[in-house]
């Protein structure tokens, strides 16, 4: 009895030890990680590149063959942020992980002193270079997200710009006179109306005719209203 009391203590603390030597290889989870994170940065702007946190070596995680790796959503893909890794074995753990994604690249800055309500031109313009994932969110890297627009703030010269700092110009103004075209299967009327809202190009305004009936219409970019039937 006393041998069989023996041999059972030794199993247990056997297994006890095998369990406690179990731990998740730390290289596979950055395999997986560095995979994942090559396919997120490469819709990014400018050149990108990532550093990926220490995973502890005495992790105590049971050993895994399979990893899922996400990130949080509505995450910024860039800057300092963290992956989650979740071992696709049945009853598996979950691991976060903190990353680093830069992004090198060139961004938008007011080229001079600019007024509120001042449209930008390509001349009010410059590029400035640096890690993107450093900005403020919304910076502005293409020149076509800025000119066109109004700002919606005096900035000084050398201010990056930031997708809030603009507003879309007004193509239509309210209570200003208006050409209306109306277009269906066969035909295009033009009419007068005036505008009932303001409207920047694309946008639904309201213009009521001469005749008094009010349509719906969509703004373009020459100030004209068009209704499709």
């Keep these: 009895m006393r041998t069989l009391r023996l041999l059972f203590v030794f199993l247990a603390f056997a297994s006890a030890t095998a369990n406690t030597l179990a731990r998740q290889d730390p290289a596979p989870v950055k395999r997986a990680i560095e995979n994942f994170l090559r396919v997120q940065i490469k819709g990014l702007p400018g050149l990108a590149s990532f550093s990926i946190g220490a995973v502890a070596p005495d992790n105590q995680l049971v050993p895994c063959a399979s990893f899922d790796v996400t990130m949080p959503a509505g995450a910024r893909p860039w800057g300092r942020t963290q992956v ?82 603009l507003r879309q110009t007004m193509v239509v103004l309210q209570n200003q006179s208006v050409k209306v075209i109306a277009e269906g299967s066969g035909f295009s009327v033009a009419n007068e109306g005036r505008a009932l809202t303001n409207a920047a190009e694309g946008q639904v305004v309201q213009v009521r005719l001469s005749n008094g009936q009010v349509v719906s219409g969509i703004a373009r970019a020459d100030g004209t209203v068009e209704v499709k039937y």
């Design 84 to 165: 989650t890794v979740r071992c696709q074995a049945e009853g598996g753990w979950s691991l976060f992980v903190p990353v680093h994604i830069k992004v090198s690249g060139n961004y938008l800055v007011t080229a001079r002193p600019m007024a509120q309500g001042q449209m930008l031109q390509e001349s009010d313009l410059a590029r400035q270079s640096g890690d993107l994932s450093e900005m403020p969110a919304g910076i502005i890297t293409d020149p076509t997200q800025a000119i066109g627009r109004t700002l919606a703030m005096p900035l000084p010269a050398g201010r990056p710009l930031r997708g809030d700092m």
